[in-house]
């Protein structure tokens, strides 16, 4: 099975998506992120990734039109903007929606560095528990 993650900026969720997908179903998801756009790898999202023991930092952010031509059987949307402006695919890849909060955008309002990590954190095992539940969660 072959899941692409989409977010705006594949900087943060989709790349965490993508790893404990890599991570966790590797024998039987074949896991991909990109953005509508291309910002770049989050590090706190690569750091939170890492104490979680996965280690994100060699994926690169994609843009959507980056990727080979690859036939996706399923396309997860992670963020409401990404889910709005999904482009067409090819194929038959059923697109669903599996918003998660953004972790950049809650931790620009923390006091300190450890509550910024606290959002990144959550997120993270928010999304390991969806990922865990693939792919029943798809149907």
């Known amino acids: 099975m072959k899941i692409l993650f989409l977010c705006t900026g594949n900087s943060c969720r989709s790349q965490i998506a993508e790893g404990w997908t890599r991570h ?8 991909w992120s990109a953005g509508i756009e291309s910002h770049g790898l989050n590090s706190h999202a690569a750091r939170v990734m890492a104490e979680a023991g996965v280690d994100i930092s060699s994926q690169t952010s994609k843009n959507i039109a980056e990727l080979p031509s690859v036939e996706f059987d399923y396309v997860v949307t992670v963020c409401g ?4 402006n999904c482009p067409v695919f090819p194929g038959a ?3 669903v929606h599996v918003g998660f909060d953004d972790p950049p955008a809650l931790a620009a309002q ?5 509550e910024a990590l606290a959002h990144y954190r959550r997120v993270r095992d928010e999304i390991r ?3 865990e539940s ?3 969660s798809l149907e």
């Open 134 to 136: 693939l792919p029943d």
């Open 24 to 31: 966790l179903k590797g024998d039987t998801i074949e896991a």
């Open 129 to 131: 528990e969806f990922v």
């Open 81 to 84: 903007h990404a889910h709005e």
């Open 93 to 95: 890849a059923q697109i």
């Open 110 to 114: 923390a006091k300190t560095e450890e």
